[in-house]
Antibody
Framework: QVQLQESGPGLVKPSQTLSLTCTVS??????????WSWIRQHPGKGLEWIGY???????YYNPSLKSRVTMSVDTSKNQFSLKLSSVTAADTAVYYC?????????????????WGQGTLVTVSS | DIQMTQSPSSLSASVGDRVTITCQAS??????LNWYQQKPGKAPKLLIY???NLETGVPSRFSGSGSGTDFTFTISSLQPEDIATYYC?????????FGQGTRVEIK
């Protein structure tokens, strides 16, 4: 059973960099067809996709956050990470890591099949 | 970005009722749509993928339909454990976007 677990500081000061790591267990991050994603949820709000990283290191970031986001992967530790720079109170949210699976049938089907439990990051001085 | 609009934003129904949620995409997304259930304090859980395919282990009272821009999610007989917020999500292109959610409550 694949499990994802977020870790990192729960409190970050304004203008600093938010850093989170997601540790994957029960499966290899190097497997083909899986995109390792970050998704956040502002308190009481909906879901916002931040971006993904493939095990090869290729990335795609949401254009709304692209200038501040960096993702990396450490295949030796089966982990991937998120850095969000110059944070403000608007970045206060629960941050989830998730696996997006690709199935190739008559078409390409993508869905988020495994999620971490989420970690609340508060931006405050 | 493709905008996903769900309606209603919340609903209240009785146990055993049929519940329907709609999701409209701002452009044609074929059938590239998923549905998730999120209970308070928990991560979302995949229920339906590719508009109408039931994820393994998900009760058959959940179903999805639609294509193009208009999609429907149905709970055929609402159960107390279905109290949650439901989200649609497209995968037509990047960035992925979600609907704003529909909160389902028991009357």
């Amino acid at each position: 059973q694949v499990q994802l677990q977020e870790s990192g500081p729960g409190l970050v000061k304004p203008s600093q960099t938010l850093s989170l790591t997601c540790t994957v267990s029960g499966g290899s991050i190097r497997s083909d067809g899986y995109y390792w994603s970050w998704i956040r949820q502002h308190p009481g709000k909906g879901l916002e996709w931040i971006g993904y990283i493939y095990y090869s290191g290729s990335t795609y970031y949401n254009p709304s956050l692209k200038s501040r986001v960096t993702m990396s992967v450490d295949t030796s530790k089966n982990q991937f990470s998120l850095k969000l720079s110059s944070v403000t109170a608007a970045d206060t949210a629960v941050y989830y890591c998730a696996r997006e699976r690709l199935i190739v049938d008559t078409a390409m089907v993508f869905y988020f099949d495994y999620w971490g439990q989420g970690t609340l990051v508060t931006v405050s001085s | 970005d493709i905008q996903m609009t769900q309606s209603p934003s919340s609903l209240s129904a009785s146990v055993g009722d049929r519940v329907t949620i709609t999701c409209q995409a701002s452009q044609d997304i074929s059938n590239y749509l998923n549905w998730y259930q999120q209970k308070p304090g928990k991560a979302p859980k995949l229920l339906i993928y590719d508009a109408s395919n039931l994820e393994t282990g998900v009760p058959s009272r959940f179903s999805g339909s639609g294509s193009g821009t208009d999609f429907t999610f149905t709970i055929s007989s609402l159960q107390p454990e279905d109290i949650a917020t439901y989200y649609c999500q497209h995968y037509h292109n990047l960035p992925r976007t979600f609907g704003q959610g529909t909160r389902v409550e028991i009357k």
